[in-house]
Structures are given as structure tokens and as C-alpha cells.
């Protein structure tokens, strides 16, 4: 294998470029759950919530031919599992981590059934790709152009992660959300409603869960498969674990992961494919591999656990945590 059409001066912009896009997915989504975690909550159900988002958007722009549509779709139904997600979690106050499983299995067997009972006996379908958006003078350089060229909804979804980000740690509303995280006993004493925050903090963890999901299916893959989401929303949880629950470290981990997922198709396509002499599994378990050492190492070596102190912990008014 000509490891030079890898990672070579040329192979590397490809690779920075695809390597982006890949990452866009979970980097929205782990924003999100950045939000949920530091809120307090701990949202399991983050690789459902992108399923069903993927799901819903692929379906809503299939039928529709809208693009807009089907990621609004997407949005939606990862809102509502996110107010799921909230009503047992919050209000109902049951164990975090069943409810979360409880959502992914749901997600994945819906959804399952359902793209199987529509789409039966017919060809994979798939929905119109989105067209690059030429960024000026930077997207006229060559070379430069395949990293800095992408889609619509990839701009909109950097700008959410970015606009979320600044939000959680930047505003007084995002210094609410990380002190119900904190202590919820605390807050609560100066008159802050922590099932509110922590209601929103969920809604919005959805929101991008779905979001990331219609990034997969609309905005790169163009089609919707089971299981599309491919362990992507463990990933951007694991991804919030290694950035210490700070939004430019997960989304610089988010990066890492992409890259790593573009480098496995470059050397798959590079040394053969199926028919290369190392089985095509082992490319595929590469991304998931980087992620899983990065993210032990970086564990390791932090010399402070940064997990917010009520991660987990139902609040209940009038009871210490």
C-alpha cells in the first residue's frame, strides 16, 4: 500500500475535508449532551435520539423533497424524546441510565420496523445530495476548497454547536444550567426552578441529538439504513467524558474522530477495500478505537474529575444530595 496516497500533501486536504464532515454529526450531539450533563442529567438515550432524528429526517425529505423539512423533522422528534427523556428523568425521577437505555432500544426497534415495513422490497431509496456552498476567496484556493467548501447544513450546525457552546459558558443562563449541575440544593435555595433547567437543558440535548442525526442522513450519506447512526451517540457521549464537560474540547475530539473515520475509508479504498489483506472490520473499528484510547489517556492524565458533582442525582426539594 502507497501510504503517500494516504496521508500524502494531496491526500491530506481530502482527508481534513472529509474529516470535518464526518465529525459534524457527533459534535452537535455531544454539544447537546454537554448541556443535558451539565444540568445534571445524565442522557443515555443520546444514540436514539440521533437515530430517530436520522430516521425522520430522511423520511420527512424522501417524501417531501425538502431538505428544510426533513432536518425541522429531525429537530422535532429529537425535542420529544428529549421532553421523554425529561418527563421520566426529572419529573418522574427513575433511574437515569434505564431510561436512557430504555429509549435507545426503543429507537433502534421503531425504526427498524418501520424503514423495513415502508421501503420493503424496494431498491435502498435515497434523497437528493445537498450542494456545496463555495465559502469566497478561501473556496476559490486550490486544495483549500475541498476543506472550507461544505454544505448548508453543516455552517448551520458549527454555528449551533458554536452558539451553544458560547451560551453554556458565557451567559448567566448558562451559569444556571451549571449550577443546578453543581448543586441543586443551592440554586434551588435562591429561587431557581431545577426541574425547569434541567427540562430545558434536556429539550435541547434532543434538539441537537436530532439535529446530528439529520446532519448524518441528509447532509453526507444521502440514505438511511438501520443502526445508520452506528454508535455515533455513545461515541459523543464518551467524547464528553474526554473533553471534561468543556464544549471546545469535546468538539476538538468530535474532530479527532472524524478524521480518524475519513483516514479508515482512504486506507480501505487505498489498499483494496474487501479484498485487502487486513480484514475491512478493522478500518471500520478504527475511529472507535482512536476515540477510546484518546479518551482513556486523557482520563488518566486530568489531575481533577471536572464531572459535575449532581450528575445523576434526582433532585428532590428539601433533601441533600
Not at 24 to 40: D, K, L, N, Y
Not at 43 to 57: R, V
Request: hydrophobic share 55%; glycine share 12%; charged share 10%.
Amino acid at each position: 500500500m502507497d501510504w503517500n496516497e494516504v496521508i500524502g500533501p494531496a491526500a491530506a486536504v481530502t482527508l481534513a475535508g472529509a474529516g470535518l464532515q464526518s465529525a459534524m454529526p457527533i459534535a452537535v450531539a455531544a454539544v447537546g449532551e454537554c448541556v443535558a450533563e451539565r444540568s445534571g442529567v445524565l442522557n443515555l438515550g443520546l444514540e436514539g435520539m440521533m437515530l430517530s432524528g436520522a430516521f425522520t429526517s430522511f423520511l420527512a425529505t424522501y417524501h417531501t423533497g425538502s431538505p428544510v423539512v426533513g432536518v425541522l423533522a429531525g429537530i422535532g422528534v429529537g425535542i420529544l424524546l428529549g421532553a421523554v427523556m425529561a418527563f421520566l428523568s426529572v419529573t418522574l425521577k427513575t433511574e437515569q441510565i434505564i431510561n436512557g437505555i430504555a429509549i435507545v432500544l426503543f429507537a433502534q426497534g421503531i425504526t427498524a420496523f418501520l424503514f423495513d415495513d415502508l421501503f420493503k422490497g424496494s431498491q435502498r431509496p435515497t434523497i437528493e445530495r445537498l450542494p456545496d456552498i463555495k465559502i469566497p476567496v478561501l473556496g476559490s484556493i486550490d486544495r483549500v476548497d475541498s476543506i472550507v467548501n461544505q454544505n448548508w447544513l453543516f455552517w448551520i450546525s458549527l454555528a449551533i454547536s458554536i452558539g451553544v457552546w458560547l451560551m453554556l459558558e458565557r451567559t448567566r443562563f448558562g451559569l444556571t444550567i451549571r449550577a443546578v449541575g453543581e448543586s441543586p440544593q443551592a440554586a434551588d435555595s435562591v429561587a431557581v426552578d431545577v426541574a425547569r433547567i434541567r427540562w430545558f437543558a434536556l429539550l435541547v440535548c434532543g434538539a441537537m441529538a436530532g439535529l446530528g442525526g439529520a446532519v448524518l442522513v441528509v447532509g453526507q450519506l444521502n440514505l438511511f439504513d438501520t443502526n445508520v447512526t452506528a454508535g455515533r451517540g455513545w461515541i459523543a457521549i464518551a467524547l464528553v467524558i474526554f473533553g471534561r464537560w468543556k464544549p471546545p474540547i469535546i468538539l476538538a475530539g468530535a474532530f479527532l474522530f472524524g478524521f480518524a473515520d475519513a483516514l479508515q475509508f482512504r486506507v480501505q479504498a487505498v489498499s483494496g477495500g474487501i479484498n485487502s489483506s487486513v480484514p475491512y472490520e478493522f478500518f471500520q473499528a478504527l475511529p472507535y478505537l482512536v476515540t477510546l484510547i484518546v479518551m482513556v489517556t486523557a482520563t488518566i492524565w486530568a489531575r481533577r474529575d471536572a464531572q459535575p458533582a449532581a450528575l445523576g442525582i434526582p433532585f428532590r426539594k428539601g433533601v441533600g444530595s
